[in-house]
RNA sequence: GAGCCUGUAGCUCAGUGGUAGAGCAUUCGACUUUUAAUCGAAUGGCCGUGGGUUCGACCCCCACCGGGCUCACCA
């Protein structure tokens, strides 16, 4: 048995291998990496996640190879509207072009020349926030302006093969009807599904009838006149384009398989495909744009920095995850502990973060204190500023501010929200007891008068904690313990909490103060 | 009907041929005029079942059982 140091490559570098293995194979020295968007429009995490992943190929390919490669982002944007989006304006006038192409529909938010373009514009910023490097494409541009042309018209030489290879998978009233082109009508400019009568081959052309007015039509299939179908139209933009390498859900499994099968009728072999696993809501449903389920991109990078969004897309991608704002914090540290492996790895191209950041860590990047820990330091103290978690962080690094620590601060930036949002609402505030509800009137009148000055303690923190502590004297509680309990369990909503002198000092004197009468107002209530 | 994923500690999951891991939870300890963050330690697993390949299997192959998803005349 030889020797082998297999150095198991990340599965990047593993894809990024097909890819070069392909290349050599065709005698290619560019590689053509390809993603694809779907009419229905606009970006969504998934979108992020195939463009993500795509680019991390990319990368690896170019490490790998030193070839030159481009990334197309290819919008389906001649699809006909099949049905009016629910998260639109306008939708009255969207109902009267139901079937055109989306270039051909106008924009229901009035900003741009079409639907089309809207969605369009929609997906290059929204890829350009993330600061992917890409090549965007257009269906409806290409076809009219005959970049695919000749491939059409190799398809039109191919169009019996390519129903016999569509034909198995449709179901009886579909099998009659099927046709791989789908003209434009010239009237109405709808693109019709309709059974194609003849082809010619030799004008390029195909003959059609309209079902609703009986009329005979002859159409090209070049310049725009006409598009194809789905899978065929998958397969003749492999084939026009020569691309080398494009990933899709599970969900397209059978697409792939049929559109592989109509480029090799073509006579190219179709590109390196990766299959990845569909992500999943809470409750381990397929997230679509539609029902809504699932997280949003926005959502996500509320709670945390975007870097944790790209080591949760790193990891596994064709393993089903579920996509909820739980799996957030771990996603972010598993991310802040590549970042800290990174440097000191001997296997860099196995190391998330390498691909997140290009191969190269930014300046400053990483975190010395883990999200989670963060975000349980913000339920104690109950953070609601910056400043109240860079107060106990400085405890624990001094001197640490939001500029020697860029990173760091983005995390207290998330954390507050992450806790606001979901840990906060959680909390248990329960009523004051009589004792209780005395010791606590005590302590807001002793902040108000300012009492804390007649305490022992070189610090403001030390002085408050004396208060807080001669308060619970005065007042007959059986263990002492049992005093602070009621702070944290009236005042926290929380069972355990933060020494409450040093609480006080960073959370504000006022605030505390309005912090037990709001606690003293809901025991009225609850009473 | 076809296909894909999955079964590892109480929970959530890492771990693709070489001594079973992390986080959380639990227990104990340290620090503290009560605490909490934190730090240290401990507890805890026939790695779904049965075969096979191998010097060696959580890992590769086969079968079975369990859990789940996707697709089936839209893209």
């Not at 030889?2 to 570098?13: A, C, D, G, L, V």
């Not at 179709?270 to 959502?299: A, H, M, R």
């Amino acid at each position: 048995m030889s020797e082998q140091i297999s150095t198991q490559p990340s599965w990047p570098f593993r894809e990024a291998e097909r890819v070069a293995a392909r290349l050599k194979q065709k005698g290619k020295t560019e590689a053509l990496f390809e993603t694809g968007y779907g009419p229905s429009g606009l970006p969504h995490i998934g979108t992020f996640g195939e463009v993500a992943r795509t680019s991390w190929v990319r990368k690896a390919f170019t490490d790998l190879t030193g070839l030159p490669s481009r990334l197309l982002a290819f919008s389906d944007d001649m699809d006909g509207l099949r049905k009016v989006p629910d998260n639109v304006p306008n939708k009255e006038m969207l109902k009267h072009h139901l079937g055109k192409p989306l270039t051909k529909v106008p924009d229901p938010f009035g900003k741009f020349d079409s639907f089309g373009e809207h969605n369009n514009n929609m997906l290059q910023d929204f890829l350009n926030e993330f600061g992917f490097e890409f090549e965007f494409a257009s269906s409806s541009d290409y076809y009219a302006s005959g970049r695919f042309d000749n491939a059409l018209l190799h398809v039109l030489a191919h169009h019996d093969a390519i129903v016999e290879i569509i034909r198995p998978s449709l179901g009886p009233e579909r099998r009659a009807s099927y046709s791989p082109i789908l003209p434009i009508h010239p009237r109405t400019g709808i693109v019709m599904q309709v059974p194609i009568d003849q082809v010619d081959v030799e004008h390029g052309t195909v003959f059609w009838t309209d079902p609703d007015t009986n009329t005979k039509f002859e159409t090209a299939v070049t310049g725009g006149a006409a598009k194809l179908q789905w899978k065929a139209d998958w397969a003749m933009r492999w084939h026009a384009l020569d691309v080398d390498y494009e990933m899709s859900g599970k969900d397209l499994i059978d697409s792939v398989k049929l559109s592989s099968a109509i480029v090799r009728a073509l006579g190219t072999e179709p590109p390196v495909c990766l299959t990845y696993e569909l992500f999943l809501d809470d409750k381990g449903q397929k997230i679509s744009k539609s029902k809504g389920n699932g997280l949003s991109v926005e959502q996500w990078l509320t709670y945390a920095p975007k870097e944790s969004l790209g080591q949760f897309m790193y990891h596994a991608p064709q393993r089903a995850k579920r996509l909820f704002f739980d799996v957030i914090p771990r996603a972010t540290d598993d991310y802040i502990a590549a970042v800290a492996a990174l440097p000191t790895a001997e296997k860099p191209h196995e190391n998330p973060a390498w691909h997140i950041h290009g191969g190269e860590l930014p300046e400053h990047a990483g975190s010395p204190i883990g999200f989670a820990m963060l975000l349980n330091l913000a339920s104690v103290i109950n953070a609601d500023s910056p400043e109240m978690l860079w107060g106990f962080i400085r405890a624990y690094i001094p001197g640490a501010n939001a500029e020697t620590y860029p990173f760091l601060a983005r995390l207290v930036h998330h954390a507050i929200i992450y806790n606001r949002d979901f840990v906060a609402p959680k909390k248990q505030f329960r009523a004051p007891g009589d004792v209780e509800r005395g010791a606590l009137l005590d302590l807001a009148e002793s902040l108000k008068a300012n009492e804390m000055v007649q305490y022992p303690g070189a610090t403001p923190a030390e002085q408050l904690q004396n208060l807080v502590y001669a308060i619970g004297k005065r007042h007959p509680f059986a263990p002492l313990k049992s005093w602070f309990d009621c702070l944290y369990q009236v005042l926290l909503g929380q069972v355990e909490g933060p020494r409450f002198g040093g609480f006080i000092a960073l959370y504000g004197i006022e605030r505390t103060i309005a912090l037990v009468e709001t606690a003293l107002a809901r025991g009225v209530e609850a009473a």
